[in-house]
C-alpha cells in the first residue's frame, strides 16, 4: 500500500522487515557455527578469511545479526592491532537487524611459515540501553568486573589461497578461426607465421623499381660526363697545336685561329653546362 505522499505505508514496510529479517534467520540457520556464537549476536562466518598475496591489503567481511528485541553494542580486539583495521572496531546493532564489519589486513612482505597465522579476533557484545548510538558505547560497557553481562566469541585468522584470474586464451582450437602462427610436433613453426600482407610487399616492390632507376640514371650521367672530358682533351691538344703551327708561320695570330679557339670555347661550355 502506498500513501499519497508516495511513501510506503507502516504495513508495507513491517512486512519487507520481516522478509529481510527471514533471510538473515535462513542464511545463519544454514551455518551450524554461527548458531553457536551467543544469545545475542549472531556471527557469520565464525573464522576470518583472508585471500593472502605479498605486498597488497586484504579485505574480508563479518556480518552481525541482533536476534533479540534490544540494542546491543559490539566491540571488536585483536591480538596484533598494528596489523589490521577493523571498521567499525566499535558499534550498535539495532534490534532484529544486521551490521556488517570490514577487517582488513596490511600488505605483508613476508608469508607465514606454511601459510599459518596464529592472530585471532575478540568480539564482545553487551545488552544496551534503547536509542544508544555508537557515540554513546564506552569501555566501561564491556567491563565483566562492574557487573556487565559481555558475551565474548573468538575469531581465528586463516589465509586461503586467492583465486586464479582465467585465462585470456581459450583452451583448445578452432578450425574455423584466423590464420596464426602454429608450432608443429617436431617444433618448426608453420609457414603461415612467415606470410607477408600484400601491402607491405607492393611497397618493397615500388621501393626496388626506384632504386634501379636512380642507379641506371647516374651511370648515364656519369658516361656523359666521362665523354665530355675526353672530347674537352681533344680539342685543347688541337688548339695548342694550331698555336705552334701558327707561332712558327708568323709572329701574328690569324683571324681563323681566332674564330676557331671561340667556337672551341662555345663547344665547352655547353657540354659542361650539360654535366
Known amino acids: 500500500m502506498i500513501n499519497s505522499c508516495g511513501s510506503l505505508s507502516i504495513p508495507t514496510v513491517f512486512s519487507h522487515r520481516k522478509t529481510d529479517i527471514a533471510l538473515v534467520l535462513r542464511q545463519f540457520s544454514s551455518d551450524p557455527d554461527a548458531m553457536n556464537s551467543g544469545d545475542l549476536l549472531h556471527i557469520h562466518p565464525q573464522e576470518l578469511q583472508f585471500p593472502f598475496e605479498l605486498r597488497k591489503q586484504i579485505s574480508c ?25 577493523v571498521r567499525p572496531n566499535t558499534g550498535v ?19 607465514p611459515p606454511d601459510m599459518q597465522c596464529k592472530d585471532k579476533f575478540l568480539l564482545q557484545s553487551v545488552v544496551a540501553s534503547p536509542g544508544v548510538t555508537t557515540k554513546d558505547v564506552t569501555p566501561e ?23 586464479r584470474p582465467p585465462s585470456p586464451v581459450q583452451e583448445g582450437s578452432d578450425e574455423d578461426s584466423s590464420p596464426r602462427a602454429s608450432v608443429s610436433e ?20 615500388e621501393h626496388q623499381d626506384t632504386s634501379f632507376e636512380a642507379r641506371s640514371l647516374i651511370s ?20 695548342e697545336l694550331l698555336r705552334r703551327e701558327a707561332n712558327r708561320s708568323s709572329g701574328g695570330v690569324p683571324f681563323m685561329y681566332v674564330v676557331l679557339v671561340g667556337v672551341i670555347g662555345i663547344i665547352l661550355g655547353f657540354l659542361l653546362k650539360r654535366t
Request: proline content about 6%; overall charge positive; glycine content about 2%.
Open 93 to 111: 546493532v539495532l534490534p532484529r537487524s544486521t551490521c556488517d564489519v570490514i577487517v582488513t589486513m596490511q600488505a605483508q612482505k613476508e608469508a
Open 220 to 239: 648515364k650521367v656519369a658516361e656523359e660526363r666521362n665523354s665530355a672530358i675526353e672530347q674537352t682533351k681533344r680539342l685543347r691538344q688541337e688548339v
Open 61 to 85: 567481511s563479518l556480518q552481525l545479526f541482533n536476534q533479540t528485541d534490544n540494542y546491543v553494542a559490539f566491540k571488536v580486539k585483536t591480538t596484533n592491532p598494528k596489523k589490521y583495521c
Open 186 to 205: 617436431n617444433g618448426h613453426s608453420s609457414a603461415s607465421e612467415f606470410t607477408v600482407p600484400p601491402k607491405a610487399f607492393s611497397e618493397r616492390v
Open 141 to 163: 560497557m564491556f567491563n565483566k568486573e562492574s557487573g556487565h553481562d559481555v558475551q565474548e566469541c573468538k575469531l581465528r585468522v586463516v589465509y586461503v589461497t586467492p583465486p
